[in-house]
């Protein structure tokens, strides 16, 4: 997400589908913690994770009170058998690599609680009409064709695809 403005009202988009008050998040691809301030203040608890050790160390250096940051890889993380209602991933796909996706996806299902969601948050310029990059359209078809993700909501105004799902086991 570009800026805070352009996050917070992305974030109220999310947040009028699903009621993060009181709610544990993971962040998958957290970066400096662009968009995590955003999200720390709708939720009770976050926890972002990013397999860049400089960019852990900026996103630390916001202090927020209720996020913990951690070096993580994507696609494997260790996170202590800890639980999340909600699992975003702000972490451009382009970033993930189509073979690595379902990998991380399935890791996000492993950590996600019960009748939890999983939401993932993309340019719409790579949607599944995209007509650019192979590798875009893969990791895309990876999450819209992962056989343990049911599409809850899609939302799809202004210049962001969100696409919010639960998991089943």
Same mark, same amino acid.
């Given at each position: 997400?570009?800026?805070?403005?352009?996050?917070?009202?992305?974030?109220?988009?999310?947040?009028?589908?699903?009621?993060?008050?009181?709610?544990?998040?993971?962040?998958?691809?957290?970066?400096?913690?662009?968009?995590?301030?955003?999200?720390?203040?709708?939720?009770?608890?976050?926890?972002?994770?990013?397999?860049?050790?400089?960019?852990?160390?900026?996103?630390?250096?916001?202090?927020?009170?209720?996020?913990?940051?951690?070096?993580?890889?994507?696609?494997?993380?260790?996170?202590?058998?800890?639980?999340?209602?909600?699992?975003? @991933?702000? &972490?451009?796909?382009?970033?993930? #690599?189509?073979?690595?996706?379902? %990998?991380?996806? +399935? =890791?996000?299902? $492993?950590?996600?609680?019960?009748?939890? @969601?999983? &939401?993932?948050?993309?340019?719409? #310029?790579?949607?599944?009409?995209? %007509?650019?990059? +192979? =590798?875009?359209? $893969?990791?895309?078809?990876?999450?819209?064709?992962?056989?343990?993700?049911?599409?809850?909501?899609?939302?799809?105004?202004?210049?962001?695809?969100?696409?919010?799902?639960?998991?089943?086991?």
């Amino acid at each position: 997400v570009a800026n805070s403005k352009e996050a917070r009202y992305l974030l109220e988009d999310i947040a009028s589908v699903i009621n993060l008050r009181g709610k544990s998040v993971l962040e998958i691809g957290c970066g400096e913690g662009e968009r995590t301030a955003e999200i720390a203040a709708r939720c009770e608890l976050l926890l972002g994770i990013d397999p860049d050790p400089h960019k852990i160390e900026r996103a630390r250096a916001q202090g927020l009170s209720n996020v913990a940051f951690e070096q993580q890889p994507l696609d494997e993380f260790d996170i202590r058998g800890r639980r999340f209602d909600i699992v975003i @991933f702000t &972490v451009p796909i382009k970033n993930i #690599s189509a073979n690595r996706m379902k %990998k991380t996806i +399935d =890791e996000a299902l $492993r950590v996600v609680r019960p009748h939890g @969601f999983i &939401v993932f948050v993309e340019p719409r #310029s790579i949607t599944p009409d995209f %007509k650019g990059d +192979d =590798e875009y359209k $893969r990791a895309l078809r990876a999450i819209t064709g992962h056989g343990r993700l049911t599409l809850y909501r899609e939302l799809t105004e202004g210049t962001w695809w969100v696409g919010i799902y639960h998991g089943t086991p």
